[in-house]
């Protein structure tokens, strides 16, 4: 998963103001710009929503099914949650253009929560007892999937997901919650030990040191990481959590640099990941080896922050990249960046996150010949069900039980690495570009 | 010990580069009284706007300052003007807190839907440059960031303390009613001195973003130290600035490399309250109304 839909996830670093904040000391002309302006966006997103909660009913056509979905279109956010937006909507046009689910049209009632946890339950409320939609997918971000499942599940459907991945999701133990991504958040590093767990013992790491932000989303990758590697006997020299606020981590490094480990795995999101880079190249310091859990995953925005000429060697991991050879990958990219321009490399995690949610359903449904929420939920926990996010298959509550999957930069790109059956490429143990 | 000393070192660059950013905001509160929320916020406007004339023209990040000043200065003088200036009343400064709220949000709001919210760096060849001597690390943005900081304080001081419209700020602020007399127009003091304070945030915005990764909402932290750095070296205080900021820095580069990051705040949160308890006026702030 980039490192833009992991750190929204946590809450953390968006925009609270908005563009009305400026037009307070504009005058009346503006206001009534202004205001025309947003009518107007009013005027569209109800047209798009009207559109959308009445299915056109064609004589002799069979019913359309509705899938209801709250996103957060706009607030805290909205970057995200118009990329899971993206991806919904990429999945319907292109099954509609196939004919649709066992021949009935999918049509999306998508509502904005404005990325509140309370708006969020009133939408999934109003949208299955007042819309009466056939099904629902997930919001964005774990915050939100909590009190949008507890609707889901009072009202016995089936809770596909794509964005809820933190812990307290799963410890609510809702049989009908699906996350539709390869294993909970906090297992993103697992493929990391994995990886250097499979390396003989003479390219093995000797010692190790855990620097992580103080955030639910990256601190707890690093502890599970260094809890294998250290029961592996790869000694632990630093282990450091830093705070959110510190925007400057050299004297992380300084202090780390300092214990002279051949390893770093860090915990991070983004704006430390790139701060962590910045500050070994400016100290020139490098371990032999190094895991970002996020930031580094990004291809879009990773050397644009760190240096182009900085990025090689460095390992992160995923669920999701464009260069997937999983169930309709390619499809899936060439459809996007054809809807929505732009290169493979700047599509969002969150949109094929979002996408697989509909792919499951058309497997589903062409499995059993059947689209309604009781058979969702009792087919999909047997199984192993291919998407955009690899074959999935989920514990009782809703957990995937797959792996991400091991990234390095090579040669200016990021490529998969680990597990064999997803690697496009062998990692490369060598000297990070700034290490001399 | 060398970790010790580079610690030390990097507490110091860094200092600079917050003396930098806190210059523009003890200005304006030396001439209006004004604590100003929004520096932070037109310190990453200035920022992106650095990062886009760097990136659409090709314009080093440091040539970027004398256009993005002149911008910088005019915003600043019309948010004065349109939205400080009315507030003729008794309670004004703590309006101007609400006001000038307002305005980093708005900054903010447009930042957000201009540029997004992903994080963005200004990375000319050298952003990420440093120098070796005797073993120690010293990077070069930060380096010239101490020396643009120096260079704009000085600016600032000379401006102060040797023209015309440097003694009619000192006249306002000392006697508002007495410098009105004598002809000095408040209202047009005022918001060139809030113009000429947000103006030092293009130097500014220019050097935060190529040492630290920003987006539209990094002012939040931003203002909060900004304002710890101006309270400990003295509400508008030129050099108390300069002095606070490195005290800042190095006590968060030392406390987080020989303790733990997470102190680093913390610690010279404690150095500050220390000093308010000694000198309430902060290390260089004068008792009587007007510290410059």
Known sequence: ???????????RGTGRGTAGGTARGAGRTRVRAAAAALAAAGLALAGCSSSAAKPSASSGARPALTIGISLSLTGDFSDSGKSAQRGYQLWASTVNAAGGVLGRKVVLDIVDDTSSPTQVVTNYQNLITKNHVDLVFGPFSSLLTVPASQVAK????????????GPAVFSQ????LFFVQPAPVVQQGDVFADYILSLPASQRPTTAAYPALDDPFASPIAAEVRTRLQAAGIRTVYQQIYPAEATDLSSVVTAMAAKKPDLVVAGTQSADAYALVKAMVQLKWAPKLLYLSNGANDPLNFPGNVGAGNVNGIFSSGDWFPTATTSGNSAFVAA????????ATSIDSTSAEAYSCGQLVQEVAAKTGKVDNATLISTLHSGSWPTLEGDLSWNSDGAANASYVLVQWIGGKLLPVFPADRAQSAPVLGKLPWSG | MHETIQAI??????????????SGQTLIFGVLKVVNLAQGALVILAAYLSSSLFVSFGIDPFLTVPIVAPALFLLGAAVQWC????????DASQLSLLVTFAVALGIEGVLTLVYKSDYRTIQPSYANRSWTVAGYRIGEVRLAACL???????????LLGRTRFGRAVRATVQNPTAARLLGVEGDRVAALGYGLGAATAAAAGAVYGMVYSFNPNSHYDLIS????????????????????ALAMGVVSALVGALISPVWSDFSFFVVLLAVLLVRPQGLFGARLRGAL
């Open chain 2, 9 to 22: 070192i990097l507490g110091l660059l860094t200092g600079g580069v917050y003396a930098l950013m806190a």
């Open chain 1, 173 to 176: 133990h809702l049989h009908n």
């Open chain 1, 1 to 11: 998963m980039s490192n833009r839909s992991r750190g929204r996830d946590t809450g």
């Open chain 1, 336 to 343: 996007y960046t054809a809807a929505y321009g732009g290169a």
């Open chain 1, 154 to 165: 009072r009202y016995g459907y089936a809770f596909l997901e794509p964005a809820g991945g």
């Open chain 2, 83 to 90: 939205l400080l200036r009315p507030l003729h009343r008794s």
């Open chain 2, 225 to 244: 130290r900004l304002l710890s750095i101006v309270v400990l070296g003295g509400l508008g205080s030129l050099g108390g600035t300069v002095v606070a």
């Open chain 2, 148 to 158: 643009l900081s120096l260079a704009v304080l000085g600016a600032l001081a000379l």
